[in-house]
Structure formats: C-alpha cells, structure tokens
C-alpha cells in the first residue's frame, strides 16, 4: 500500500469556533466572577462588621482621626459637645460602646465624617454655613446614625478586603508589589 499524504478529517489544535466567540466569552465569565466576587466580599464585611470589637474599633479610629485633625479645646468645641451631650440620654447600651469626640478639620469642607472608635469629624467649611444649632444638632445625628448601624465598619472592612485583594494581585505585575 503506497501512502498519499492528505489532511485529517479532525484536528484538535483548531477551534471549529470563531475566536472571537471564544474571547467574547471568556470577558463575560471573567466579568460575571468579578462581579460575584465583589457581591461576596461586601456581603462578607456587612455580615462581620458587627463583630468588630469596640476596642478594635477604637484603634483604628485613634489612626484616622489623628491625620484628620487634633483634638482642640476652644468656644467652638465646647459649643458642638454641648450639643453632643443633648444626645446621649437617647442613646442605646450599643450606642454607648465608645467614647464620642469631636475635632474641627481647619479646611474649607462642608462635610462631617465619623471615623471608627468614636471620633466625630466636622469640617471648618461646614461650621461656617451652619451657624445655627439645629443644622448642626441635625448633621451630628446623621454622625451618631453612622456610629448606630456601624457603617464606617461596613465600608473599612470592603476598603480592606479590596485592599488586600489588589496587593495580592499586583505582585504578579513586574514591581507593582513592591
């Protein structure tokens, strides 16, 4: 028998797909895990952030609210802990787990921020266009609010998954991790 040369009838090196249906999906399923993938790590955080102990809470609190502004006494500091004290008989066992303070930021802002552990930021900007009691008493419940339902936690504890996520993936880009 002579041989003749001729091609096989299936090759399992070629794609009977088009390659371009093949990189479509692969952008799809990478789109729907990363996406799964966040849904989860937010889902994890708001799941354990009522975990987080007050004493935890505290310490990141005393990092973030050191480089925001210092703790100041002064007619201003006074006035905005006279309101703070007006407060606390409403206060829940679980509102009462941390020492609330406030410090005034010396920026031009028209914003407030309440960081872990207690610490009550408000802005120079802000105190500026409410120089009325009640639109600061109204702002510092929005604050307490956070404290409350703990959202601060909620949103640090995703910041940190994500954080850790995108060191672990940027060691494998040529000195990013580093």
């Known amino acids: 028998m002579k041989y003749v040369p001729k091609l096989p009838d299936d090759n399992v090196n070629i794609t009977k797909q088009n390659p371009l249906v093949e990189f479509f999906k692969m952008v799809v399923n990478i789109f729907v895990i990363t996406a799964a993938l966040i849904f ?5 955080s708001e799941l354990l952030s009522p975990y987080i102990p007050a004493k935890i809470e505290r310490k990141l609190g005393v990092l973030f609210s050191g480089s925001l502004c210092s703790l100041e006494s002064g007619e201003e500091i006074e006035r905005l802990n006279t309101i703070l004290e007006k407060f606390r008989p409403f206060f829940t066992e679980h509102d009462k787990r941390l020492d609330y303070s406030i410090c005034i930021n010396q920026t ?4 407030a921020a309440a960081l872990p552990g207690g610490s009550i930021v408000f802005y120079k900007g802000l105190l500026d266009a409410l120089p009325e009691e009640e639109g600061i008493a109204f702002i510092l ?3 307490l609010g956070h404290f409350h339902y703990r959202d601060h936690n ?13 060191l ?11």
């Open 141 to 143: 419940a929005h604050e």
């Open 40 to 44: 989860m790590i937010t889902l994890i």
């Open 168 to 178: 672990f993936l940027s060691i494998f880009d040529s000195g990013a991790g580093t």
């Open 108 to 111: 031009d802002v028209f914003n």
């Open 154 to 166: 909620k949103r640090l504890g995703s910041v940190l998954i994500y954080f850790a996520g995108s």
